[in-house]
């Protein structure tokens, strides 16, 4: 199936390195403009610098801290001045947190919420006006398999992370009328630059493809995914093709989650 997105802007959070960037890398070739976000302006001028090299797609970076409301609220307007309407929204931005239940504190869960279930809802609500008018619009929250099948230690992220798939399930059934559509991915285990540093942290003395094969063994697959694989399912999801998905939470894993 060939995805064409011409004539669309697509807005992902934490787009410049990881599952973002190769989100914004495949929009982009698919013909969509893309604007990037995330906090380390050098970082996204080079992602947008390597978008730009593979496509003809028009690209933005726009440095922001997605947990703080006045930041979102002025990237958004930066965004839409520069590119007019948003007709999709890849909330991407997030981290790996967790720790034993009785040791995290306050601070660490209002943190966890501020970046992936703050950041969600005030960026989402910015953009749906504009999709409402249009008639037209994909969200997308990037999830992982935590927010269906939490584990032991596994807060805070896989509470943020189901709220997160609360959000989405709420969205997904309040604005189908105005045909916008509203799904979540959920992430298994993806070679990306995180894994760069977990390799470069361990002292087995395996090299980084024997490290990585390590990890991917338990998958059902029998290897970790790609980003590229991961950027294939979003830019379907986010394009014409996926006209009559919605609601649903896809798991991206090799099969590794217990539940559908």
């Not at 909330?91 to 995290?104: M, W, Y």
């Not at 540093?197 to 790609?226: C, H, W």
Request: glycine share 10%; hydrophobic share 45%; aromatic share 6%.
């Amino acid at each position: 199936m060939q995805i064409q997105m011409d004539g669309r802007t697509a807005l992902i959070t934490g787009g410049s390195r990881g599952l973002g960037r190769a989100m914004a890398l495949k929009f982009a070739r698919a013909g969509a403009n893309v604007a990037i976000t995330a906090r380390r302006k050098d970082v996204l001028e080079e992602t947008k610098a390597e978008i730009e090299a593979a496509s003809d797609s028009k690209v933005g970076a726009y440095p922001c801290d997605v947990t703080d409301a006045g930041q979102i609220a002025a990237m958004h307007e930066a965004v839409s001045a520069d590119f007019g309407t948003i007709d999709i929204l890849v909330n991407n931005a997030g981290s790996a947190v967790r720790g034993k239940f009785e040791e995290l504190t306050d601070e660490v869960w209002q943190a966890d919420f501020d970046l992936k279930v703050f950041a969600a809802i005030r960026t989402s609500r910015l953009v749906l006006p504009g999709m409402k008018a249009q008639k037209w619009g994909r969200i997308i929250n990037i999830l992982n398999g935590a927010a269906k099948a939490p584990g032991a230690e596994g807060a805070p992220t896989a509470v943020s992370r189901a709220a997160g798939m609360s959000i989405m399930k709420i969205l997904s059934k309040e604005y189908a009328s105005h045909n916008i559509l509203v799904n979540a991915l959920c992430t298994g285990i993806i070679v990306t630059d995180l894994w760069d540093r977990a390799y470069k942290n361990q002292t087995s003395g395996m090299s980084f493809e024997e490290f990585i094969a390590e990890k991917g063994r338990d998958v059902p697959l029998g290897r970790m995914g790609t980003a590229e694989e991961y950027a294939n399912m979003a830019c379907f999801l986010a394009s014409d093709a996926a006209s009559y998905i919605t609601g649903v939470a896809i798991n991206v894993d090799g099969g590794r989650s217990p539940v559908v």
